[in-house]
Each structure stands twice: as structure tokens, then as C-alpha cells.
T-cell receptor
Framework: QVQLVESGGGVVQPGRSLRLSCAASGFTFRTYGMHWVRQAPGKGLEWVAVIWYDGSEKYYADSVKGRFTISRDNAKNTLYLQMNSLRADDTALYYC????FGGGNWFDPWGQGTLVTVSS | EIVMTQSPATLSVSPGERATLSCRASQSVSSNVAWYQQKPGQAPRLLIYGASTRATGIPARFSGSGSGTEFSLTISSLQSEDFAVYYCQQYNNWPPWTFGQGTKVDVK
């Protein structure tokens, strides 16, 4: 079945780094744009970053630009998010989500999320 | 950046009743709006895309309408499993892709 499984979350001190992964299965990963979306505790959904199906385009939210890097390995059906210079307000549940037809459309499927807590 | 504003913040409805959720865009987004359902402890689930097309496996009691700046999601007869938070999202002008702040549908 279609599945996205995130990993790599945890507790990290402010200013440190973390790399999230998202393993895809059950669909043609290489034809989907892939997004990261986060949700702070008790809050709504915030788009973070996207990478086009072939890696040709990447976009970031202003809140993470210059600190986060999105990448993918289509041979391994895996999406990544390198997060540097982490801040307390980066604390959130991070979801990966697919967008068919390249990347610019609605988000489906979604993973179950991995929790990132930035705290000293 | 396009701002999506949902109303009301909370909607209290009895099982079997009809629920209508609203979403307004700060500028026209054509019909490029999706709706998601999120239950506690779960990931969001796609309900509607293209403002009115139900995603695969979504029951017919869910319907979406609207274009331009005004959109709505209607649940024709609320079932117990429909009590959740609902988000609208625009994917017309990006980046960024933007979500509304959510409407919580709870039991009256």
C-alpha cells in the first residue's frame, strides 16, 4: 500500500542540526514532487519546503530559508530534510507529503510525522 | 503570499446534521483549493482537490464548492468519525503553499 515513513526526529539543542528522512513505498516516488509540512504543538499546518519530482526545483518557506535543505534520492525512494541552526520555534511534528504531477498540486499521500523538539 | 482564512474556528454539530465550513482566500486562487481532515494523533488526509473533486475513497457526504476567493466544504450528515479539524489549502500561487488555520468540528 501507499506509505510514507518519516524518521530522524528527536530532541536537539538550539543551534544544532538534524536530518529527517522520509521513505516512500507503494507509489511511483520519482514522479511525485515531495513536500515537508510541519505542525507546532496544538497549532495548524505550515508548509516548509518542496522538491520537484526530478530535483530540478526547490522552494522554501521564508522561516527556514538558508537553514534547511531539502533533497531526494529517487533510487532509494527517499526524501530528506537537513535542518541546521535549529531554533525553539522549529519545534514541531514534521510531515512529508507527496504531490502528484511534479510538485505544484495538492498533497497526497502524507506520512505520520516525526517529532522535532528544539530545547536546551 | 496568499492568506487563507477559515470560519468558524469551531463548529458544534449534532450527529446526522449538516455542517458547512468556509474558507476565504486573500486573492483569487481559481479552483486550486484542497481540503484536508485531521483527527487527533493522525496525519492530515486529503478529502477534496480542485475545490470540488473528492479524493479516492472519500464518502459522498463530503462535498466542496467555490472558486476565486470563496470556498466551502459541506458534510451532508455528520457521522461520528467526521468530528475532526479541517484545513483548506491553496496551491494556485506558490511558493508558499498556504493553509487556513483550521476549523474544528465537534459534537454539539
Amino acid at each position: 500500500q501507499v506509505q510514507l515513513v518519516e524518521s530522524g526526529g528527536g530532541v536537539v539543542q538550539p543551534g544544532r542540526s538534524l536530518r529527517l528522512s522520509c521513505a516512500a513505498s507503494g507509489f511511483t516516488f520519482r514522479t511525485y514532487g515531495m513536500h515537508w509540512v510541519r505542525q507546532a504543538p496544538g497549532k495548524g499546518l505550515e508548509w516548509v519546503a518542496v522538491i520537484w519530482y526530478d530535483g530540478s526545483e526547490k522552494y522554501y518557506a521564508d522561516s527556514v530559508k538558508g537553514r534547511f535543505t531539502i533533497s531526494r534520492d529517487n533510487a532509494k525512494n527517499t526524501l530528506y530534510l537537513q535542518m541546521n541552526s535549529l531554533r525553539a520555534d522549529d519545534t514541531a511534528l514534521y510531515y512529508c507529503a507527496g504531490a502528484e504531477f511534479g510538485g505544484g498540486n495538492w498533497f497526497d499521500p502524507w506520512g505520520q510525522g516525526t517529532l522535532v523538539t528544539v530545547s536546551s | 503570499e496568499i492568506v487563507m482564512t477559515q470560519s468558524p474556528a469551531t463548529l458544534s454539530v449534532s450527529p446526522g446534521e449538516r455542517a458547512t465550513l468556509s474558507c476565504r482566500a486573500s486573492q483569487s486562487v481559481s479552483s486550486n483549493v484542497a481540503w484536508y481532515q485531521q483527527k487527533p494523533g493522525q496525519a492530515p488526509r486529503l478529502l477534496i482537490y480542485g475545490a470540488s473533486t473528492r479524493a479516492t475513497g472519500i464518502p459522498a457526504r463530503f462535498s466542496g464548492s467555490g472558486s476565486g476567493t470563496e470556498f466551502s466544504l459541506t458534510i451532508s450528515s455528520l457521522q461520528s468519525e467526521d468530528f475532526a479539524v479541517y484545513y483548506c489549502q491553496q496551491y494556485n500561487n506558490w511558493p508558499p503553499w498556504t493553509f487556513g488555520q483550521g476549523t474544528k468540528v465537534d459534537v454539539k
